[in-house]
């Protein structure tokens, strides 16, 4: 008498049982007057001698474990199913808030500045911070001898190829020039780098917003008008102005642009020094040799050309005293913008 198949079978048998009906099914077919419990009880007495009490005993324990598989099958079909009482997301749970971040005080410093411009008419055009020696100097009038060219001034990235990490945003009024004629009216803002020991007021990278407008009749006085225009939308339109005689090589007349002092108004501070003026920016008229240098025809056009340090601007603008706290990532200080 083989038992042990017919005990895999219920085993499979019962695990596929999803109703009561069908448990009782299979309790009629195992347990019933006609069932295999009672065939395998019937068949005993037909057994050899010695084999009868063995028999006996594991058709007893066959139907024991008939008996608990239906228990356990019983109360598993009694048992609520876990989807119908809990679902299976816990709506009252409170969530992860995501953290929102937001732009760098640097980049929307940036997008203010252009902003201004752009009301103005002026594109936005960037350049590579890769640059070459004609672009960051030659083709900017900067003579060979020029203390900025040298090594202690500017990264040199291979020196027999003359390629540097430019050292400001005036390469790019090269670059357009050359590829587009008047009349231009663009703004440059981007990374700049300088081999400056690291202090409260220098950085070896930093950002510049250059601006140049070139067309047959522009004159000074639309600089004056345009940088008024911005200045007084970054600061305030009580702050005032003024212009100071200067010297840049890629401009003629150049001068440097001052604002009121903001903290305190024209007195004299620890801020402005004590001189009620903060330098803000470099500017002047487009030089004729920068005109000769991208190829215009001489004497056609007139511009003007702009250029400012975007961490100085915010540093002045929010009260900031450290130029480091920009790049260092803490979210305590970058929150607050
Ligand atoms: N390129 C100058 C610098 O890095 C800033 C500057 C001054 C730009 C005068 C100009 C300008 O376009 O006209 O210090």
């Known amino acids: 008498m083989d038992i042990s198949t017919i005990k895999q079978e219920l ?10 009906s069908e448990l009782e099914e299979l309790r009629n077919k195992y347990l019933g007057r006609k069932g295999i419990l009672n065939q395998l ?12 009490a063995s028999a006996g005993q594991a058709v007893n324990a066959f139907k024991e474990r008939i008996n608990s598989l239906i228990q356990e099958k019983e109360k598993e079909l009694k048992r609520p199913s876990q989807e119908s009482v809990v679902p299976s997301v816990d709506i009252g749970m409170p ?5 929102l971040g937001r732009l760098h005080p640097i980049t929307q410093i940036i997008d203010e500045i252009c902003g201004i411009f752009v009301r103005m008419g002026f594109s936005v055009i960037e350049g590579p911070e890769v640059e070459n020696e004609f672009n960051n100097f ?3 009038n900067i003579a060979l001898d020029h203390p900025s060219r040298d090594v202690f001034d500017t990264f040199y990235l291979k020196y027999q190829q003359k390629l540097l990490l430019r050292s400001h945003t005036s390469p790019v009024q090269i670059r357009v020039m050359r590829s587009e ?5 663009v703004v440059v803002p981007g990374k700049v780098y300088r081999p400056d020991a690291s202090d409260a007021s220098h950085s070896f990278m930093f950002h510049q917003v250059e601006g140049f407008m070139v067309d047959d009749d522009i004159r ?5 008008g345009m940088l008024e225009v911005f200045a007084k939308g970054v600061f305030g339109e009580n702050i005032k102005m003024r212009f ?15 604002i009121s002092c903001i903290i ?3 007195k004299g501070c620890s801020v402005c020094g004590r001189k009620g003026w903060l330098e803000i920016l470099g500017a002047g008229m487009i030089h004729p040799n920068v005109f000769k240098n991208v190829g215009y025809p001489k004497d056609k056009y007139t511009g003007f050309a702009f250029g400012m340090g975007v961490e100085r601007i915010a540093m002045l603008k929010y009260g900031i005293d450290d130029i480091r706290l920009f790049f260092e990532n803490d979210l305590r200080f970058l929150k607050q913008f």
């Open 244 to 258: 100071r005689p200067h010297f840049f090589p890629f401009t003629e007349p150049s001068v440097e642009v001052d």
């Open 220 to 224: 000074f006085s639309d600089l004056k």
């Open 138 to 140: 030659t083709g900017l």
């Open 181 to 185: 004629k008047p009349p231009l009216a």
């Open 41 to 52: 009880t019937g068949a005993i007495p037909s057994l050899p001698k010695e084999e009868r």
């Open 264 to 266: 305190c108004g024209g």
């Open 95 to 99: 969530g992860i808030t995501q953290g």
């Open 11 to 20: 085993e499979t048998e019962i695990v596929r049982i999803t109703s009561f």
